[in-house]
């Protein structure tokens, strides 16, 4: 016997094809059949007729690792439907964090979460550390917080120990099951896995050492991703200047 049957909902199954009628049953926590009209009968049985029973929703862009911890059952976002978040985007993440260094990112993100405490933490400390959350969530690691951890808000270009400082952070980020390293610096809607030093004289030169990190660690593969970056905020704007468009 199945846990739960949902009868006669309208169900949008995300593969393209046209809305149908039909029942779900779930057993142990897995859907465990899709059929029309399934006789058979669960310990709980609910009536959907009139309504639309769709997989969860992904929210690929959120800041809501500044408020999971703080409101782990996310009311908000899953009565909207959404059951994952892609979170650390736009170059801010929470972690890591280096001994000494913890004021220094409140400050950072004070504008944004005046209200989140800071620990000393890596990446992999902070993802242990967070509780048990109603939502899914995919992690990411953001330059901007890379960056300061390595040198601070100084406004230059990296010199090699900090540059290996920021590779090795990512390193242990990306070992500790982050997805991406991210910045505010490229197109918005594509998935982002390199990025740039603001400065950098050459900073195509930065592009290959981020890449060569990335795809020596099996993270990426070049026949398998497509590299979608913005010229324009890549070369800067003196060399492609184009306007109203940064592809």
Known sequence: MHDLLIRGATVIDGSGGDPRSLDVAVRDGRISAVESRRTETAVQEIDASGRVLAPGFIDIHTHSDFTLPLNPLAEAKIRQGV??????????????????????????????????PFIETD?????????????????????????????????????????????????????????????????????RAVDRVRQRPRPL?????????????????????RFILSMRQILGARHWPCQGSDS
């Open 123 to 191: 990446f992999a400390g902070y993802m242990a550390a967070w509780p048990a959350i109603a939502v899914n969530t995919v992690m990411q690691v953001g330059h901007n917080t890379l960056r300061l951890m390595a040198m601070g808000m100084e406004n230059r270009p990296p010199n090699e120990s900090e540059l290996r400082h920021i590779q090795q952070m990512l390193a242990e980020a990306l070992d500790a099951g982050v997805l991406l390293d991210v910045s505010d610096r490229a197109d918005h809607g594509h998935a």
């Open 205 to 225: 030169d930065f592009l290959d050492d981020r890449l060569d990190l990335l795809l020596g660690r099996g993270l990426l593969h070049h026949d398998h991703h």
């Open 83 to 116: 059951t994952t978040e892609v979170v650390g985007n736009c170059g801010f993440s929470v972690a890591p964090t280096l001994p000494g260094k913890a004021e220094l990112l409140a400050h950072y993100l004070s504008a944004s979460a005046p209200w989140l």
